[in-house]
């Protein structure tokens, strides 16, 4: 892994955010060496909290990395903020327009200058009522096998006591427990080579959400329930993992 080289704005951040986050949470941190690799590594989180995306930075940050965070592109159009997110190498996203391709390219050179990309395969907080993950966009797989940059799983559970999605409370106590977990990279050795068609994609996101729930059923201590039902095939309708 390239050590961490920060410009200006990224050490402002830094300093701005840090310290706020070390004094709101008492952190667990597990698996910071599976981001302690060479290259660019494509991250996926859970998604249960809009604290998420600091809790996450925190960590990555912590592993001697620079987080990468996928965000709207209007966002990025918008004065001053915009121009700061560019500084602090956050990328831009077309969603549903021809320049989305722009963003994938985007995505690729992050990965081939060793880069920490950042992406919720969810898309959103989750919305399963005990914040279980949802069934997966495949974004991450898309650029994994466009790459075949490492897919790494991070777990999270304690953002919501930070901000419950649910009842949409801010808790702004000191010293909230969280905990976050990477897992070493997702096996997607079978899908090397083959053809983005959808049904390869979805299946590479089924084993990349699978690979998260397991993570996040470690950390609550709680048998995780199944994710989604898959379409019937061949007659049948098949769950995630039932070979397994």
């Given at each position: ?53 600091l809790v ?118 000191p010293r ?25 994609l979805e ?42």
């Open positions: 892994m390239a050590r961490r080289r920060l410009g200006f704005w990224q050490r402002f951040a830094v300093v701005l955010v840090k310290p706020v986050m070390t004094v709101w949470t008492r952190r667990t941190w597990r698996g910071l060496e599976h981001l302690r690799r060479p290259g660019g590594v494509i991250i996926v989180p859970n998604h249960i909290s809009h604290a998420d995306p996450s930075a925190h960590f990555i940050y912590d592993s001697g990395r620079w987080p990468q965070f996928l965000g709207k592109a209007s966002v990025f159009r918008v004065p001053v903020i915009g121009w700061i997110l560019h500084r602090c190498k956050q990328i831009p996203v077309e969603r549903g327009t021809v320049d989305a391709v722009k963003s994938l390219d985007a995505l690729v050179a992050a990965l081939r200058e060793e880069g920490s990309v950042v992406i919720y395969p969810e898309g959103t907080t989750t919305r399963e009522p005990n914040l279980w993950p949802m069934k997966g966009k495949t974004g991450a797989a898309r650029l994994a096998l466009a790459t075949g940059a490492p897919v790494i799983p991070l777990a999270m559970w304690g953002p919501e006591r930070i901000f419950d999605p649910r009842t949409s409370r801010l808790n702004p106590r909230i427990p969280v905990t976050v977990v990477a897992g070493p990279p997702v096996d997607l050795s079978r899908w090397t080579g083959a053809t983005p068609t959808k049904a390869v299946e590479m996101t089924d084993a990349i959400m699978l690979r998260l729930r397991d993570l996040l059923a470690e950390i609550r201590d709680e048998t995780p329930p199944a994710l989604w039902e898959r379409p019937a095939r061949q007659g049948r309708a098949e769950r995630p993992g039932a070979a397994a």
